[in-house]
């Protein structure tokens, strides 16, 4: 069993009169690799801050071992940052830069003329040298000491910011969107290299990252956060096989969310129709927000559809087709490798543990329609040509 390490204790934030963090409760486990997700200006980078000491919560406290460290700076905490622009010096060579933490701190040592006291002297040379190539062999830059940094690619810099953070031998690696400037292909390596990093150095990773499948990849545990507030804290299953509520479903890739009620367990009902599910405990005919991920419902004929609709687009994705289908008047997404041209009517069945049964909250009605579509696709694809213009590599 993991112990606990560090705890974010009723964390409350302010900026002006802004709420930014809204009494955030929080324990992360040593050795865990836990995500903070969430869009922008969640307060992710402010908890981050919190953690690592830059800057104080409103109120609430921060314990570090069950000690409360509020009034430590962040150099006495055995925390190290990397951040999203991490900034290598660019007159030193990539030893150099990875020696840099070691060669500003000094190390306590016994004073031999007095026992009781300890002195702070330097790292010795040879331990510099022993470490930093230690820390460029774990992220697969051994033999690129005497390299300038300039002559690095986006994802060899990236990983010389990890080194030159692991080299001081951190507790607890906190990292701020540290792959945010890397194309997507680099992106998912240095996620599986990330991971393998943490795992092999056995140290507590908080990463945060508004990329929902970075976070399920990556995670050990996820806290999906939105204007302030945790939505829901669990494992990448958890979250996205039981979102809390129609926030997370629809942050967690990609989820129909349709108005029902739970007539009686495991009994659900949806355009004034009944259809079997797997949930249970709430209250007779209890309005709910039913959640139905794309690739669970499958594409029958009309005859034998639970419900019947149109195909009102279609797109080819490579392993599936992206079909969007309109129930009267609420468009659904299915993901299906069957093609149904557009214009066709289709029955839809699903089966039981498709269904996943929500209580009602302040999101209800917000997401899960995707009328709107084709237009965020655009916009996604708009981003993705954008990211792939700025690749260096
Ligand atoms: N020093 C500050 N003064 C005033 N407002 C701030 C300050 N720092 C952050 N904020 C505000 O707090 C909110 C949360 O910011 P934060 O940087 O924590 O978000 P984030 O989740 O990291 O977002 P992003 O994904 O864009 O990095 C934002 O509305 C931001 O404008
Ligand atoms: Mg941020």
């Known amino acids: 069993m993991s112990k606990e390490l560090i705890r974010l204790s009723d964390c409350f934030m302010k900026f002006d009169d802004d709420v930014i963090l809204d009494h955030i409760n929080l324990y992360i486990n040593d050795k865990e690799f836990l995500t903070l997700l969430g869009p922008s200006g969640c307060g992710k980078t402010t908890t981050l801050r919190i953690i690592g000491g830059f800057q104080k919560p409103t109120s609430g406290d921060v314990f570090f071992d069950g000690v409360r460290i509020n009034d430590v700076p962040p150099h006495k905490r055995k925390v190290n940052t990397v951040f999203q622009k991490y900034a290598l010096f660019s007159h030193m060579n990539i030893f150099e830069n ?3 933490g070691l ?5 306590p040592v016994p004073d031999p003329s007095d026992p009781k006291r300890t002195r702070y ?5 040879e331990e510099i040298k022993r470490r930093v190539d230690e820390a460029l062999a774990l992220v697969n830059l051994s033999g690129y000491g005497r390299r300038s940094v300039n002559s690095l690619s986006g994802g060899q810099q990236q990983r010389v910011a ?3 953070a692991i080299v001081n031998r951190p507790q607890v690696l906190l990292l701020d969107e540290p792959l945010g400037a890397l194309d997507l292909k680099l992106r998912k390596d240095m996620q599986i290299e990330l991971k393998r990093i943490q795992q092999q150095v056995g140290i507590t990773f ?3 990252t508004h990329d929902q499948e970075e976070a399920l990849t990556m995670s050990d545990t996820v806290v999906v956060m939105n204007e302030g507030k945790i939505q829901q804290i669990g494992t990448p299953e958890d979250i996205y096989n039981e979102p809390k509520n129609a926030f997370v479903a629809d942050f967690i890739g990609e989820s129909n969310i349709i108005d029902g009620v739970m007539h009686e367990d495991r009994v659900v009902g949806m355009y004034g129709k009944k259809f079997p599910c ?3 405990g709430f209250a007779p005919n209890e309005p709910v927000d039913v959640v139905i991920r794309p690739e669970d419902i499958d594409i029958v004929p009309e005859e034998q559809g639970q419900l019947t609709g149109t195909v009102t687009e279609v797109t080819f994705k490579g392993m599936h087709y992206d079909i969007i289908v309109d129930f009267r008047g609420f468009k659904w997404l299915i993901q ?5 041209p557009v214009g066709a009517r289709i029955g839809v069945k699903i089966d039981p543990d498709g269904f996943h049964i929500m209580k009602k909250s302040a999101y209800s009605g917000m997401f899960g329609d995707y009328s709107s579509y084709s237009s965020e696709y655009d916009e996604l694809n708009e981003d993705r040509l954008e990211a792939e213009d700025g690749d260096e590599e």
């Open 98 to 100: 990875v020696a840099f």
């Open 103 to 107: 060669r500003i701190n000094k190390v």
């Open 121 to 125: 002297v330097k790292v010795p040379e």
């Open 162 to 164: 990890i080194a030159r």
């Open 206 to 208: 908080i990463y945060v």
């Open 278 to 280: 797997l949930d249970g």
């Open 336 to 340: 299906t490798t069957d093609f149904s």
